[in-house]
């Protein structure tokens, strides 16, 4: 018999739906029904690629007598961290100060009034290694209940009294200037990794938004140390087994320190900021690697992400059927020697397990090898090794796939919309670019409504329940602004000002400038959700404050500027204390202090060849966060535009920054040279 997730649109709920649990999805009837009860409340928060979340789920959630427990002591309620980041971030906050970690899934126990007084991840179904089972928690839990009540709920009000308390330090409401940059790039190389590529030690994640700043500083700088921890850390990415070898794409973090081991999953945001990194390396380089992957990356997110609606999935799972009916993590993306022979015979076998670095003893588990590509001396045959890895792929086509998580998710499908129009343009190839503008006349069709509001998720072409947050706003505005740049349409620069005016009115507090997460119009939680901080994607806070000086750069727009720049206050009281954590909040800081500058193509047409080649050049040019705009020069498509002639009949340049201008140019090398940073 389904529980009320049923109804629910997010994979991950429709996961538990024929849980023997009774769960109830977030919602104020389930906290008045444990008033009503007199009970706690039991909040479990995971998504639906989470490995552990799923091992917790068959072992207690699905098991007959743990769920008769629950339902007769608890109201049971379980959320989607995807689609409820902001009740995962209060919560997540809460776990964290209590015990100094954090991580999914998470367990939270909760008074009626929603205050947490109990905290934990994942328990065991028996005790093991000093971790209580999940029975004796949630025994010990309801006799605290019944027992201590007084002293259950002033431990709770202590909790949400100390959260309150937590105030973020903004620095002042001025960009960081080059000193603070410089002792960012200081800090970043003493956490760096010079063996290996990357910051810090295992688990390693690939720093995407780091990599933004280092290519952002580099170009403004000159500092070939930046472009060398960017160019390295690709690289040895692009080598490991962190990179599909066959399929293309990022899993979600390498378990070690060389980037061999992954943890399978792959999200749609890494996947988004490392396809645009690695297109931003080939424009500062011009390495085929990062050619390579960037197109690999792309042609990997249209091919495995996209949905019939022409939106991109939010991520795939890492665990799949072994072909033996038992689900493991990595099954559908490991090899064996004997498996290579199979598929490839002896000879080529040999040449594959050498060039994927495949042993007999194995890299991952049971003698199995994750493919990479190590270094090594000697030369391959090009041909030989297409030939192989497009056998392997076939082979690897017919395993059981992973799991899809199909959720539309507004925030990720902005910075896939980036990317793919970026990278699309950079390589000529119009495919790309369609796909990210398919993916926004989604997002302006099923997540906009008439105010421009957004929804933050969608799925099977329904739009969900719940609001957009501000890196919904920020995220998807920064994939309008960069598709009316390569398309020349002005239209999404007209959709990224409607977003951007709802974070200057819903989501900026006016007194100091500071962002908050959720709208003032939102559901009020325990605490308002506020973090500068960029975790796996670009925080809302830095995210909002490059779109709004990008925006404000093709606009001239005062009260945008002026709200990037106090919103960059906190980066420089932040980036040179903890920059492996505010990444794209540096990378916005060095584009306020390039100018960014503004670049306006004219030309009789956007297929006029003069007008092609200026504008392909002014996309190219390295200079940190150059806004773009391209069209006749009667168009009113976008601002830049405005009183720009063509120069002796022929398509011009116009380059502009600090409320400075340069001679209109007609010439291809000069305007390369002016944006070169």
């Known amino acids: 018999m389904p529980n009320r997730l049923a109804h629910e649109t997010s994979p991950y709920l429709l996961q538990h739906a024929d849980n023997p649990v009774d769960w109830w999805p977030w919602s104020a009837e389930a906290f008045e ?202 690289e040895r990415m692009a080598r490991g087994g962190i990179y599909d070898q066959l399929g293309g794409g990022f899993a979600r973090y390498s378990v070690d320190r060389d980037w061999i081991v992954p943890h399978f999953e792959k999200m749609l945001y890494d996947n988004a900021l490392l396809c645009r990194v690695y297109a931003h390396l080939w424009r500062a380089t011009g390495s085929g690697l990062a050619r390579r992957v960037a197109l690999e990356t792309a042609d990997f997110m249209v091919r495995e992400l996209r949905t019939t609606e022409g939106g991109f999935a939010s991520a795939l799972d890492a ?38 670095g495949v042993t007999e003893e194995g890299t991952f588990e049971d003698g199995q090898s ?51 129009a970026e990278t699309g343009a950079y390589f000529d190839r119009p495919d790309l670019v369609e796909a990210a503008l398919a993916a926004a006349d989604l997002l302006v069709r099923l997540h906009l409504d008439e105010q421009a509001r957004l929804t933050r998720t969608s799925k099977d072409g329904h739009a969900g329940a719940n609001a957009g947050v501000l890196e919904d706003y920020a995220d998807v505005a920064e994939g309008f602004l960069a598709l009316a740049s390569v398309t020349g349409e002005g239209v999404w620069l007209e959709f990224a000002g409607f977003l951007l005016d709802h974070v200057l009115a819903r989501f900026t507090d006016e007194e100091s400038g500071a962002l908050f997460d959720t709208a003032a119009d939102a559901e009020r939680l325990i605490r308002r959700p506020q973090d500068p901080t960029d975790n796996a994607a670009p925080s809302g806070w830095t995210a909002a404050a490059n779109a709004l000086l990008s925006y404000a750069a093709h606009t001239g727009s005062g009260p945008h500027r002026t709200a990037a720049e106090r919103a960059l206050g906190v980066v420089k009281a932040l980036g040179p204390r903890v920059p492996r954590f505010i990444g794209w909040g540096l990378a916005a800081a060095e584009a306020a202090l390039d100018g960014p500058r503004e670049v306006a193509i004219v030309g009789p047409s956007l297929d006029h060849e003069g007008t092609r080649t200026l504008h392909r050049t002014a996309l190219l040019g390295t200079a940190p966060g150059a806004v773009v705009a391209v069209g006749a020069p009667e168009s009113d498509e976008f601002p830049l535009l405005a009183d720009r002639p063509l120069v002796g009949g022929e398509p011009a340049a116009y380059v502009c920054r600090n409320f400075t201008c340069d001679a209109p140019t007609t010439e291809v090398e000069r305007l390369r040279a002016v944006l070169s940073g």
């Not at 990599?211 to 000159?222: N, V």
């Not at 090794?385 to 992973?402: D, K, N, T, W, Y």
């Open 370 to 420: 994750v493919l990479q590509l190590p270094q090594q001396d000697g030369l391959f045959d090009a041909g030989k090794i297409a030939s192989i890895r497009e056998r392997l792929l076939a082979a690897r086509v017919e395993r059981p796939a992973p799991g899809r998580d199909d959720k539309i998710v507004a925030a990720w499908n902005g910075l896939a919309i980036a990317a793919l």
């Open 33 to 234: 029904e444990a008033r009503k009860r007199n009970v706690p409340v039991l909040l479990s928060i995971g998504y639906s690629s989470c490995h552990w979340c799923h091992v917790m789920a068959h072992e207690s959630f699905e098991d007959q007598q743990t769920a008769e427990y629950l339902n007769a002591h608890y109201v049971s309620v379980k959320v989607d961290r995807e689609e409820r980041p902001d009740v995962d971030a209060v919560y997540m906050e809460a776990v964290q100060a209590a015990t100094g970690h954090g991580g999914w899934p998470m367990t939270v126990f909760l008074t009626p009034d929603a205050e947490p007084f109990y905290f934990g991840t994942y328990f065991p179904p028996a005790p093991r290694q000093g971790m209580p089972s999940f029975r004796q928690v949630l025994q010990g839990v309801h006799q605290a209940w019944e027992d201590r009540r007084d002293a259950v709920t002033e431990v709770a009000g202590k909790i949400v009294r100390d959260l309150a308390g937590r105030e973020i330090s903004y620095g002042d409401d001025r960009t960081p200037g080059e000193q603070e940059l410089a002792q960012a790039l200081l800090a970043l190389t003493r956490e760096y990794d010079p063996q290996r590529g990357g910051f810090g030690g295992a688990p390693k994640f690939p720093p995407s938004m780091v990599l933004e700043f280092l290519l952002r500083h580099h170009a403004r700088t000159g500092a070939e140390g930046a472009l060398q921890m960017a160019q390295d850390t690709c």
């Open 319 to 356: 665990d799949s059927d072994d072909g033996r009916g038992k689900h493991v993590e990595g099954a559908y993306y490991v090899w064996t020697p004997e498996q290579l022979r199979e598929v490839l015979g002896e000879q080529d076998a040999e040449l594959a397990a050498q060039y994927f």
